[in-house]
């Protein structure tokens, strides 16, 4: 087959302008300018006043104060891995919102998101509390190490013989333990550092490079991230019962980390609208896309959380199924696995597929603390089986007993969380204030 | 728009007014490569070259389906399909004698049938990651890619569904596969992974059809259009063939041009580009990357139930479902770029519409998913240690790794080399930026990536749990030419694709360029006239 006609694809390129490769400085300076004068830039708009929030973290101060205190007077009322146990689902779950921000933070620089430059100084804000974390996890690293193991059992003396353990010591002995838990901190403080301090040091100078640094450390700083979650998750989740194991466990975590730092940045988001700031900055369409993130990330932490159990639940070996049926036994803990499986998953995700849902920012702000709320749930029914087991089976006063240490234990490490986020939040700028890719966000629109 | 010529920057930095290195950290770097790799992060590269114009991206696209096609395209084709012919005599052959002509015994008793199918249906993940999620994502490179990542998909899938059907010995029992109600109330097993495998493939294979073919109606009808046209202006020409000697002899069949106006005519199902079309294509469009992007996720973490909802050690590990969804991606993007990195080189023009940024970004992809598959094998190896089971540890250490006692090392090393350390070198940007470099990490990843499944399947399937059961697995010539008849199918569908339909997305690259935009008030354009 033949065709005589000329082939109509050698198109000569014809003569034209080569596209722009780079802004010169006074070009940049001049997008910096009309930026400066963009009617969402006012000073007021994107700064909290002085002041403004010393109430709201004050008070978050004394209710975390008071909640530990609490909690340590429960620990002698009731029993210190009660009080314990209680403090770790709370603490666990400021973790996770710190470390998801952290990764958001990195991928958001990772894929050039424009639309994120308005959002991303929140995300930067809940990561930059990663060594608040780690300083209270220190705390219960003490705790367990000189207690002689009071949740992580295979600390205890008693274990000392067993099989598995003797198997594991490699790994779980205190002073790999320890090493362990000192790279977590390292790594962690090391990446948050980066990514605040340089968006911070943009502010000032406007240096469009910085945002090329940011990207360059968020692609090793995603594998170090990786690495240490999955690890910080085994150590502290799945080693509360070391015979258990699963291949998902660190990626199980994740999917918390993820979904909840999302939810509390719209919290914080809707806060900030609320006070009257934001206003052209933040728009319904930035929520509207976070608002997707939320759904996707609830429908991550459904797949992978069912993957795991159902590849137990099918294979059924007693090594693996001992852990879910803790978890889906006496004591009300079916209850809360079934309002896991609904009220993690069936139902947010029903309601947060409705556009308007995630478009009106009261509305997405409910969801948000909903998600946060049943991610706490979600480490209730990790940590919270491990209490009563073993030789303290009988004293198990199921998932409702002992409620006012398991509330303050929870309330405590939030709200210690809370007031050196509040803080953070007053501290800086609300949003990055010279990111090369402001403009797109500041014009960001979804599909009409 | 202002532009500064190359010899003004190096005249500046020899004169001290400008670095010389393009670090990060620095706010501006010099346009590298063929003009897409702007490193200044105020500016978005431009996603077609040259400066384009919308009628010579159809006069591009639309040339590749209409000119004569090349002359290696002859060349491949023939290869290709003969190739193809082999694959078929050999499926043939398996029906007509049996599955024992494949290497197959009572130990390892799927091999390279299943390798295969687990394969292909993993290749077929980039085509609706790129036209689902990244369509979602709003990123707007996929443009240049997804058309030809959802046709290598349609075909993959193809290719994938042979391998089950024949692998079941009686092949005229296929049907029972499927939940058919019949005389002698025989129903597959609800609860087996298998069956599901057969419903996810399916709605897989139909729902990515719906959104390739969709998606492609408009480009179709251009086609449509444009045959129409050169018939009604009377410049069609006749189908005529080229004789030995230069003469050329007119064929009595009806002219390309009426032929291309009846079939492209058929299958654009009528479009008209009015508004009202446009605006119920963008809805589908929607709803379809909507259905399509949990199907990215769930087909092959069915695929991997197939496998980690038994007890075998090395198979019964709860990180599989995500960990062969990003292998999937990972064996799906090396394709794509395997593809079509030669048809840049090949086809006139094509580097215009896909730009070095397009491979860097896959290629970026390629080392995430690449790291994303090497975390899940080291999680595996860990936590087959750290469980303390003797049988599962055994697995991976005595079954895979160590090269004394494993008679398999070599296959759990190539994988390991191909997958985790092949792609560390997208660590560095001039890899990622050299296309070639790249082509040759897509074949080590492909490579790679049957050598996961083989890895997978045949070692936790060759040493069960007493040694009386031990076996090995040699492939036989029938083994063999099966495979790379499978190879010869996909590539000869790829090439008619090539040569048939339009390989770019015409319109939904038009819409990413700048005289889509409306409103073109760039903030930092125009000021410096």
Known sequence: MSQTQAPATSIPIPERETPRAYLTEAQWRKRLDKLAAHPAMRHDNIHLPEGATTKLSGLLLIAGAAALVITILGAFAINARHALAAFEVGLFTCVAMSLGALFLTMVFHSLNAGWTSTVRRQFENVASLLPVCWVMLLGVVLIEVLGGGILLTWLSEEMAGDHLLEQKSPFLNVGFFGVRFLIYGLVWLVLSQIMVRTSLKQDETGQRGLTRVMRFNSGWGLLVFALTTAFFAFDFLMALDFRFFSTMWGVYFFASAALASVSVVVLVLAVLKGMGRLTGAVTEEHFHDLGKLILSFTVFWAYIAFSQYFLIWYSNIPEETAWYVYRTGEGGYKALFLVLAFGHFVAPFCILLFRKVKRITGLLAFMAAYMIAMTVADMIWIVRPMVYVGEHASENPGVWGGIWLDAAGIVAPLCIWGFFLVRAVGASPLIPLKDPMLHEALAHKNYV | ?529
């Open chain 2, 1 to 529: 728009m202002s532009s500064i010529h190359p010899d003004k920057v190096t005249a500046e930095r020899l004169a001290g007014l400008r670095e010389a290195a393009h670090t990060p950290g620095r706010d501006e770097g010099p346009s590298l490569g063929d003009g897409s790799l702007v490193e200044d992060p105020a500016i978005r590269p431009p996603l077609v070259l040259s400066q384009r114009t919308h009628s010579e991206v159809t006069q591009i696209v639309c040339g590749y389906a209409e000119d004569p096609p090349p002359k290696w395209w002859f060349i491949a084709i023939t290869i290709s399909s003969t190739v193809a012919a082999v694959g078929t005599g050999m499926i043939l052959y398996l029906i007509i004698t049996g599955v024992g002509v494949w290497g197959l015994n009572n130990q390892v008793d799927w091999a390279w049938d299943i390798t295969n199918f687990v394969f292909w249906i993993g290749i077929g993940h980039a085509g609706t990651l790129i036209s689902a999620i990244l369509c979602l994502l709003k990123q707007r490179w996929r443009t240049a890619v997804n058309r030809s990542a959802e046709a290598m998909t349609i075909f993959a899938v193809i290719c994938a569904g042979i391998f089950p059907g024949i692998h079941v010995g009686r092949v005229w029992f296929a049907w029972m596969l499927f939940p058919i109600p019949n005389s002698n109330g025989i129903w597959p097993n609800f609860r087996s992974p298998l069956l599901w495998d057969v419903f996810a493939v399916s709605t897989y294979a139909t729902v990515s059809l719906l959104f390739w073919y969709m998606g492609m109606i408009p480009d179709v009808a251009t086609l449509r259009d444009r045959a129409d046209r050169r018939l009604r202006l009377g410049v069609s020409k006749p189908f005529m063939v080229a004789l030995p000697g230069g003469r050329e002899v007119q064929l009595p069949l009806p002219k390309p041009d009426t032929l291309r106006a009846y079939i492209y005519g058929l299958m654009s199902l009528g479009w008209r580009f009015s508004s009202r079309h446009w605006h119920r294509y963008e809805a589908a469009y929607l709803v379809l990357a909507g259905i399509s992007t949990p199907l990215v996720l769930s087909v092959h973490s069915i695929v991997s139930f197939d496998f980690a909802t038994s007890i075998l050690p090395g198979w019964h590990t709860t990180i599989v479902p995500p960990y062969f969804v990003a292998g999937a991606i990972f064996g799906g993007f090396a394709m794509v770029l395997f593809l079509l990195i030669p048809l840049r080189a090949l086809l006139p023009n094509f580097k215009d519409l896909l730009t070095i940024r397009h491979i860097e970004n896959m290629a970026k992809i390629i080392l995430v998913t690449g790291m994303m598959v090497g975390f899940a094998y080291s999680m595996e190896f860990f936590i087959a240690w750290y469980s303390a089971n003797k049988f599962e540890f055994e697995a991976f250490a005595n079954n895979r790794v160590n090269p004394r006692v494993a008679p398999y090392w070599w296959a759990y090393w190539t994988m390991i080399g191909c997958n985790v350390l092949s792609p560390q070198v997208f660590w560095f940007k001039k890899v990622r930026q050299n296309p070639w470099a790249v082509w040759v990490v897509a074949i080590f990843v492909t490579v790679g990536m049957w050598f996961e499944r083989f890895v997978i399947i045949v070692t936790s399937l060759h040493r069960a749990f007493l040694p009386g059961e031990w076996g090995m697995f040699y492939p036989t010539w029938v083994d063999i030419l099966t495979f790379a008849g499978s190879c010869g199918i996909f590539l000869t569908l790829f090439l008619l694709f090539v040569k048939f339909l339009p390989v770019f997305a015409m319109a939904e690259l038009k819409a990413v360029m700048p005289d889509a935009d409306p409103h073109p008030h760039d903030d930092d354009h125009g000021e410096d006239h």
